[in-house]
């Protein structure tokens, strides 16, 4: 039995077959050894035998079909490594339909706020993109509430695209195809005028595109005030003058409105003693229109006749906002006299404002 056992280790060395060795001393059934089994002699029962049955050894260096080879260890493979799992996306951005767009910025204004009848201010729309990408198609249409209305001079802005329109004298303005880059403002105004005193509401008005939802602007107010009068005076420069001398009768016209006025008109008479001075009369108008102030004049006859001229008028005369001008017109005394003079007030008239009445002027003739 001992030489059998020997005959195994050795068999095994020659083979490589270290796991059948493993097993053979673990004593595993020999049955488990790989190649099939051959048997050999008994010594006690046949000649030549060692006792043990062996396994059939092929040649050194050969190896079975389909075997791997006893001399070349098994090519070992790098270790699978498993990818990583993926992050759940973010519920709010994958998964969910995309929010919509924020609509625009829809405001408009007056400017100013506060104006008189026929005098021009500005209505403003403004508009602001507050998406990320460009809107198109950007409309509104506008009803001026009644007694307001567009300016026969409407000096229409646009710089929002599209087709801006503003009739001169109407009480419609309007936008069609209006383009907006995002993120982004764009402005229309127009120049507007009211007819009567009070205080106008301009409605909400509706702002659409392409691609954003509806926006509504706010309403806005304009005040109108009456346009006030303008300032007008008149007086003597010298008061006072010797007796048969000759003075200036002055008017001074001041525009107190915001707007020009015109048809500046008044009629002065002066009081019996004094006239237009005798032939060379001097006058002067810086408020346009027409002056009637003729010199008096002598026809020496015979019979001798004098006509003494003593009516003032100014005609269709303008005067810018804030301005004043003068009608100045020589006068002197008919009789060398000592005397004093009281012209009386005077009313002056024009288109867009209050008449103005002036205050009563007077001069003295002294020796």
């Known amino acids: 039995m001992k030489t059998g ?25 020999i049955s488990s050894l790989p190649g099939p089994i051959i048997p050999v002699q008994n010594p006690n029962t046949e000649p030549g035998g060692t006792g043990v049955g062996l396994p059939s050894t092929p040649p050194i260096g050969s190896v079975p079909p389909g075997q791997p080879s006893p001399l070349v260890p098994p090519p070992v493979s790098a270790p699978t490594i498993p990818p990583l799992p993926t992050p759940n996306p973010s519920p709010s951005i994958v998964g969910l339909p995309p929010a919509p767009l924020a609509a625009p910025t829809f405001t408009k204004s007056f400017s100013p706020s506060t104006t008189s009848v026929g005098v021009p201010v500005t209505l403003s729309f403004s508009i602001t993109n507050n998406s990320g990408i460009q809107l198109t198609g950007l409309s509104f249409a506008e009803i001026l509430p009644a007694g307001l209305s567009v300016a026969a001079a409407p000096g229409l802005n646009n710089t929002c695209g599209g087709t801006a329109s503003a009739p001169p004298n109407g009480s419609f303005i309007s936008l069609t195809g209006g383009q ?29 595109s392409n691609q954003a939802p509806a926006a ?28 048969g001398g000759s003075v200036a009768v002055i008017f001074r016209i001041t525009n107190n409105a915001p707007v020009p006025l015109s048809g500046l008109s008044f009629i002065d008479s002066l009081p019996g003693g004094l006239r237009i001075t005798l032939q060379n009369a001097v006058t002067l108008n810086t408020c346009g229109g027409t002056l009637t102030a003729p010199p008096s004049t002598f ?22 906002p804030n301005f004043s001008c003068v009608v100045s017109v020589s006068v002197e005394q008919i009789t060398p006299m000592v005397a004093n003079y009281t012209n009386p007030p005077v009313t002056l008239f024009s288109s867009g404002a209050p008449p103005a009445t002036s205050g009563p002027a007077m001069v003295a003739f002294t020796p």
Request: hydrophobic residues 35%.
């Open 5 to 29: 056992k020997v005959a195994g280790v050795l068999a095994c060395l020659c083979l490589g077959l270290l796991t059948a060795c493993q097993q053979t001393k673990e004593r595993n059934p």
């Open 180 to 208: 907006l880059s995002p993120n982004s403002s764009c402005l229309i105004s127009v120049q507007v005028v009211a007819a009567n005193v009070g205080t106008y509401t301009n409605p909400a008005t509706t702002l659409t």
């Open 216 to 243: 509504l602007s706010a309403p806005v107010s304009l005040t109108v005030n009456p346009v006030l009068p303008p300032t007008f005076t008149k007086e003597f420069s010298p008061n006072q003058a010797t007796q």
């Open 299 to 320: 026809d020496p006859g015979p019979p001798p006749v004098t006509f003494n001229s003593t009516t003032i008028a100014l005609q269709g005369g303008t005067l810018a």
